[in-house]
């Protein structure tokens, strides 16, 4: 089992930038595949971005490609989630999330972990 903690989140004006940091603990953190997903007040949670075990491969939604940038340091148990050019419609809760796996995904249902979650808030 792996535990997980999201921190960074914020309020940021739109244009702005902020890096989510998700921490995990318990099992081999380098064994899973690492997911971050949102969720808005009122609609379902949604994938933004996955990480492969090794770091090579990631998927994005094509709502932050281009945008958003996922990376993990398996040495310090930490999957990194940075945001530039911010939008309004980029507030939500975001979630990260551990997949034991042998893919990314992006289907929430495929993840096994998750953090509480931190809220991010981009104002206009």
């Known amino acids: 089992q792996v535990q997980l903690v999201e921190s960074g989140g914020g309020l940021v004006q739109a244009g702005g930038s902020l890096r989510l940091s998700c921490a995990a603990s318990g099992r081999t953190f380098s064994s899973y595949i690492m997911g971050w997903f949102r969720q808005a007040p009122g609609k379902e949670r949604e994938f933004v971005a996955a990480?492969?075990?090794?770091?090579?491969?990631?998927n994005y939604a094509d709502s932050v490609k281009g945008r958003f940038t996922i990376s993990r340091d398996n040495a310090k148990n930490t999957v990194y989630l940075q945001m530039n050019s911010l939008k309004p419609e980029d507030t939500a809760i975001y979630y990260c999330a551990a997949s034991e796996n042998r893919v990314t995904s992006t289907s929430a249902r495929l993840y096994d972990y998750w953090g509480q979650g931190t809220q991010v808030t981009v104002s206009s």
């Open positions: 990480i492969s075990r090794s770091g090579i491969t990631t």
